[in-house]
């Protein structure tokens, strides 16, 4: 399984308008080789380049159920339109935020997981209830990761 972005590469700068002070829309992503077996998608884009400015990873979203069949999630994608269910941030939205680093150029980590199974997991979930709920399900899991300076 691979994910990429027409929007950057793999370890390059993502454009400012994917900030959270800017647009803040998500960069386009492309989901390539999901197993035959797969039932439905999470994705995940956190910056670990936060725990010493806030003290943990910093979550900017937090998707499941996207069904696994997607192949591209646009950009400023609005997943339950698609089936899609989306957790709280670290902003405390629902939904997408992007990119703000406090101090330096930070890493951003988009990951994609295929899952043999659809998560009971309600809207505004965080992170850690999706990685528990998702434990002994993934198929594949890809990633990108990207840069972004304040």
Do not use: C
């Not at 197993?35 to 725990?51: H, I, N, R, Y």
């Not at 159920?65 to 698609?82: G, K």
């Not at 989306?86 to 990119?99: A, T």
């Not at 999706?130 to 198929?139: K, P, Q, R, S």
């Amino acid at each position: 399984m691979r994910l990429t972005s027409d929007a950057f590469d793999d370890g390059d700068p993502i454009p400012e308008q994917y900030g959270y002070r800017a647009a803040n829309v998500n960069p386009p992503l492309d989901i390539h080789d999901v197993p035959d077996e797969a039932e439905t998608l999470a994705l995940v884009v956190d910056d670990p380049d936060a725990v010493e400015p806030a003290g943990k990873v910093w979550d900017h979203w937090v998707v499941w159920n996207l069904p696994a069949a997607t192949t591209s999630i646009p950009a400023d994608f609005d997943p339950p339109s698609a089936g899609g269910v989306e957790g709280r941030n670290d902003y405390g939205e629902v939904g997408y935020g992007g990119p703000n680093p406090p101090d330096r150029e930070h890493t951003y980590r988009f990951v994609a997981r295929a899952l043999d199974t659809t998560l009971a997991l309600d809207s505004g979930e965080t992170k850690a209830a999706l990685e528990a709920a998702v434990e002994g399900h993934v198929l594949a899991e890809a990633r990108l990761t990207g840069t972004y300076a304040p």
